[in-house]
């Protein structure tokens, strides 16, 4: 038994209307994904990083010290200083793994190190990351926004929007997902705040780190 072919409209086939809307749709949001985002930080000149690093740690120093002392404190640090500590941080060589023996397991590559670039930027009570991200061929730009905060001693982060080149990601979709890859150990200690650290938010346009 023949099966009938697709219909057609004026001599031309519907199923083709179809699939050229399709590959014009997929077009469009690959398109979206590897374009280039606005940025929502510059980057520093190598001197200014410098200086704003060595603050970044003066404070948190300060912070530690305080808790020895047994006093209450709390600093405050802006994006700026944020983005030098990052900046500072990957022109510094990464530790030398030492050679596996022939009976163990090597270890899993850090999906970290695929990021390439970090950026930060504080808005009100808000924090925004925009990261690349090196993929075979390409750089994806994945621009987020959240609330940072502090539970039972680590470090929590809820999106609240999300993008992948200038494409809106659905949060409801992909905040989920985040949550239980925060609640695997091996990422859970990753967020484990220091002993001295009770508390962590935004705002002001400023992250807040408050001492025990």
Request: proline fraction near 8%.
């Amino acid at each position: 038994m023949d099966i009938d072919a697709p219909p057609k409209a004026g001599g031309f086939s519907l199923w083709k209307i179809f699939r050229l809307i399709i590959l014009a749709g997929l077009v469009v949001v690959l398109g979206l994904m590897v374009q280039r985002p606005e940025r929502i930080a510059p980057t520093l000149p190598a001197a200014v990083a410098k200086q704003r690093n060595n603050e970044f740690q003066a404070k948190l120093d300060e912070l530690e010290r305080a808790h020895g002392r047994g006093e209450t404190a709390e600093a405050r640090f802006t994006a700026e200083e944020l983005n030098a500590a990052f900046q500072q941080s990957q022109t510094t060589p990464a530790p030398t793994e030492p050679p596996v023996a022939g009976n163990q397991t090597p270890a899993q590559p850090d999906p970290a190190n695929d990021i390439t670039t970090t950026e930060i930027a504080f808005v009100g009570d808000h924090a925004n990351g925009q990261f690349v991200v090196h993929a075979p061929g390409k750089d994806l730009y994945l621009t987020v926004s959240g609330k940072i905060g502090a539970v039972d001693g680590y470090a929590t982060f809820e999106f609240t929007e999300a993008k992948v080149g200038d494409m809106p990601v659905p949060v409801s979709i992909l905040n989920p997902k985040l949550q239980a890859k925060l609640q695997e150990p091996e990422t859970r200690q990753k967020l484990k705040l220091p002993d001295y650290v009770s508390a962590l938010r935004v705002e002001n346009g400023q992250l807040v780190i408050v001492e025990k």
